[in-house]
């Protein structure tokens, strides 16, 4: 265990240092909470496997699930992961601009500005799903079986939501 403790601090270390050589100040923000939300997920992963090695008792496999759903949502870090893509998408039109003002740009700038309006489009359907998944877990924290159903439709509707999103048609 003490081994791949070292291993991942060590990756943590190689990521951090990657992060620190990001450019913008709002993308080196953006990796900085993800890896954040990695390292947080890695952690209670870590502390889960020593406990059932420890013990033999599977129980606390769930208990880390739990831990990590009420932590961590997978709804907050497609936004996040959202927000990153929009972040690059806005740098590589900065990009663009510098290279001129000829057809080939403006196509790459025009097509650029839609991928920005589709990502915006899904970041507020996740930010809406993200406001509708805490009430659920507020309103229904005492009943699991209620709370993982609604969960559960909210997932499946969310992604129908985004699916929906999918070929925003920006590279026509």
Same mark, same amino acid.
């Given at each position: 265990?003490?081994?791949?403790?070292?291993?991942?601090?060590?990756?943590?270390?190689?990521?951090?240092?990657?992060?620190?050589?990001?450019?913008?100040?709002?993308?080196?923000?953006?990796?900085?909470?993800?890896?954040?939300?990695?390292?947080?997920?890695?952690?209670?992963?870590?502390?889960?496997?020593?406990?059932?090695?420890?013990?033999?008792?599977?129980? /606390?496999?769930?208990?880390?699930?739990?831990?990590?759903?009420? &932590?961590?949502?997978?709804?907050?870090? %497609? $936004?996040? !992961?959202?927000?990153?893509?929009?972040?690059?998408?806005?740098?590589?039109?900065?990009?663009?601009?510098?290279?001129?003002?000829?057809?080939?740009?403006?196509?790459?700038?025009?097509?650029?500005?839609?991928?920005?309006?589709?990502?915006?489009?899904?970041?507020?359907?996740?930010?809406?799903?993200?406001?509708?998944?805490?009430?659920?877990?507020?309103? /229904?924290?005492?009943?699991?079986?209620?709370?993982?159903?609604? &969960?559960?439709?909210?997932?499946?509707? %969310? $992604?129908? !939501?985004?699916?929906?999103?999918?070929?925003?048609?920006?590279?026509?």
């Amino acid at each position: 265990m003490t081994t791949q403790d070292n291993q991942m601090q060590e990756r943590m270390n190689e990521a951090k240092a990657q992060i620190a050589q990001i450019e913008g100040p709002q993308m080196r923000a953006l990796a900085m909470k993800e890896l954040e939300q990695m390292s947080g997920m890695v952690g209670i992963m870590g502390n889960t496997s020593r406990k059932m090695g420890d013990t033999n008792d599977l129980r /606390h496999l769930g208990e880390g699930m739990q831990q990590l759903n009420e &932590l961590y949502s997978i709804l907050q870090h %497609t $936004l996040l !992961q959202s927000q990153q893509a929009t972040r690059q998408i806005k740098l590589n039109i900065e990009e663009l601009r510098k290279q001129g003002n000829d057809d080939y740009t403006r196509i790459k700038i025009n097509e650029s500005n839609c991928l920005i309006n589709c990502n915006r489009r899904k970041e507020r359907i996740l930010e809406q799903a993200i406001e509708k998944e805490n009430n659920i877990k507020i309103q /229904h924290k005492d009943d699991e079986d209620k709370r993982d159903e609604m &969960l559960g439709n909210l997932y499946e509707e %969310t $992604l129908t !939501q985004m699916h929906r999103l999918m070929d925003c048609g920006c590279s026509n």
